[in-house]
């Protein structure tokens, strides 16, 4: 039998990332000592703060190495709530909190509790590469909705108005945002809370990089405008990324309590609880000193200052300045189409390959954001690094042109 066949069509349906070639072949050249500036990282290079390993620590010493509920430790869903509270202005009960294998696991039980097939689900573009494939997982429908680096990469009011269907379920929001470092004022949220509550559409608000926010923006949840949005939102977080915990897989959920309990009762027979020693270090996290935070906040702000200064003075290249997360979104449309060595350059995985062969940089491509116009460059990495990749960077693109 041909392999491919005795395959789902569930999972068949999965992109697989054009990227996973570029990886390969960066890794490879590092293994043969080429000196391989990488901008692809989607984590801090900050190590996980002493006090939350401590706290882990701690948990093995006593033991605490056991099941917890499928859905979290209650003493981490309490802490939780009082972010909610503090950080928010949320008030929920840990009945209406699930404790996930990272905020990806949280955002796909989301979708999977809450689509049926040939459901519609509004996604903005530029996006999180994992959104489209979890809708097509849980048999929905990706419908894409272009924001343009003209508008900041915003969806406007009028656009979701005419994009939403009378299949359309859901819409994914991600502020900051994952891949262009875009936040949403309060009143640009409010206009989309007003529409999703007149057409009763679901939101999941992907707030994983809400603590990674800058030149004194305000973080906004949109749940916490109104309680009619309120009970028509799956808000996500988690620790990944504000405290530098990306392997310790914590992520958190919170909205109404039919559909948390509804989420709970997926995982329960997928993973059961997310690792009882993490929980603790989450807890830790949490309700902590939250000064490492601040340190690391303060450093991505001179990196993503110099890498926007450094890009827009490159010949064809023109780039925003991000408002949050640490990945700057640089614009190469004009270089996309030229002919270099003999071979156009067809789109930003071309590119891509380009600048990792010809200038040992990795990027990532535009394209599996939805945006082939872009390459995706991560700041997560030293200030000395980023000096000499951009340089590198400039060197091809003047070859190119």
């Keep these: 039998m041909d392999g491919k066949m005795s395959i789902s069509k569930r999972v068949n349906l999965i992109s697989s990332s054009p990227t996973l070639a570029i990886t390969a072949r960066a890794k490879q050249m590092k293994q043969e000592g080429i000196d391989v500036i990488g901008f692809g990282a989607g984590e801090p290079d900050f190590d996980t703060p002493a006090h939350i390993k401590e706290a882990a620590k701690k948990a093995i010493d006593s033991g605490f190495t056991k099941y917890t509920p499928a859905s979290g430790m209650k003493e981490l869903k309490e802490a939780i709530c009082r972010k909610f509270e503090n950080d928010n202005n949320l008030d929920y009960s840990p009945e209406e909190i699930i404790v996930s294998c990272g905020a990806k696991h949280s955002i796909f039980n989301a979708i999977l509790t809450l689509c049926n097939e040939d459901d519609e689900v509004i996604l903005p573009s530029p996006y999180w590469v994992s959104y489209p494939e979890m809708i097509k997982v849980a048999g929905a429908k990706p419908v894409i909705l272009k924001a ?5 990469f915003k969806i406007t009011p009028q656009q979701l108005q005419e994009t939403i269907t009378p299949k359309t379920k859901l819409l994914i929001l991600n502020s900051p945002s994952n891949p262009t470092g875009i936040v949403y004022t309060k009143d640009e949220l409010s206009s989309i809370s007003n529409t999703l509550t007149e057409k009763g559409i679901f939101c999941i ?25 309120k009970k028509l939102t799956i808000v996500v977080n988690g620790v990944s990324k504000s405290y530098s915990m990306t392997g310790w897989r914590i992520g958190y959920a919170a909205g109404p309590k039919e559909i948390i309990r509804a989420m709970s009762n997926l995982q329960s027979h997928s993973t059961s609880n997310p690792t009882s020693i993490s929980q603790k270090a989450a807890l830790a996290a949490l309700e902590g000193p939250q000064e490492p935070l601040s340190n ?8 993503r200052d110099y890498i926007v200064e450094r890009l ?26 030229r002919i270099f060595k003999g071979e156009i350059i067809k789109d930003s995985v071309f590119l891509a390959e380009i600048l990792l062969d010809e200038a040992n940089v990795t990027a990532v491509p535009g394209s599996v954001f939805g945006a082939d116009e872009y390459l995706r460059l991560s700041y997560a990495t030293s200030m000395k690094n980023i000096s000499k990749g951009l340089q590198r960077i400039e060197g091809l693109i003047n070859k190119i042109l």
């Design 296 to 303: 690391m906040v303060a450093e991505f702000v001179k990196r």
């Design 148 to 152: 343009t680096q003209e508008n900041n």
């Design 312 to 337: 827009n003075s490159i010949k064809e290249i023109s780039c925003l300045k991000p408002r949050g997360a640490f990945y700057v979104f640089p614009e190469v449309s004009q270089i996309i189409g």
């Design 205 to 229: 608000s992907d707030e994983i990089y809400e603590k990674i926010i800058y030149d004194s923006q305000a973080h906004i949840s949109i749940a916490s405008l109104a309680p009619e949005i």
